[in-house]
């Protein structure tokens, strides 16, 4: 179980510093102007015909999914200590699992309103390309619906244990 417990966190803490090292230095690109969208894709939206506030209004949704993500994995990040140290049942573990599927959820969410976001604006065919990003954010809604279970697994489990230390 240790070495699984190692394994995860090795793969997840590499996990995390690529995509914060990604996200930063997307965040570089578009604020620096190096990142645009070509004209010949972009249509009129409630932005009016400026390219900057439409493209800034998705990067916004973007570094929020982006942000949500990282805060998420850091606190599965935080429970494999818990792991680490065999300290299985505590309420501390259930309040990072019920906050972390609830940023995993906030932000399929997010990801979901960005996607259409994107595609309204500089898409020809906008319902041709949400596919797979919907699948993505579907997958992270699964993800962050499975972690609530699992927060409600604990829970559960943390309840007969301390039943049981009490006939003790």
């Not at 793969?11 to 230095?25: D, G, K």
């Not at 954010?137 to 943390?158: C, D, N, T, W, Y």
């Amino acid at each position: 179980m240790k070495t699984s417990i190692k394994t995860f966190r090795v793969i997840l803490l590499v996990f995390i510093c690529f995509y914060s090292m990604a996200v930063v230095y997307f965040a570089f690109a578009a604020f620096s102007g190096q990142y645009f969208t070509p004209e010949k894709l972009y249509r009129t939206s409630f932005f009016g015909d400026l390219i900057k506030p439409n493209f800034y209004a998705y990067y916004v949704f973007n570094l929020l999914t982006d942000i949500f993500l990282i805060y998420s994995l850091l606190q599965l990040l935080k429970i494999t200590d818990f792991f680490k140290e065999q300290n299985y049942f505590t309420p501390k573990i259930i309040r990072l699992l019920k906050s972390s599927g609830r940023n995993f959820i906030a932000t399929a969410l997010i990801g979901v309103l960005g996607t259409i976001l994107y595609n309204y604006m500089f898409t020809e065919h906008p319902l041709e390309r949400m596919f797979m990003p919907f699948i993505h954010h579907f997958m992270i809604l699964i993800l962050g619906l499975g972690i609530l279970v699992i927060e409600e697994i604990q829970k559960r489990a943390l309840h007969i244990k301390s039943e049981n230390d009490l006939t003790i």
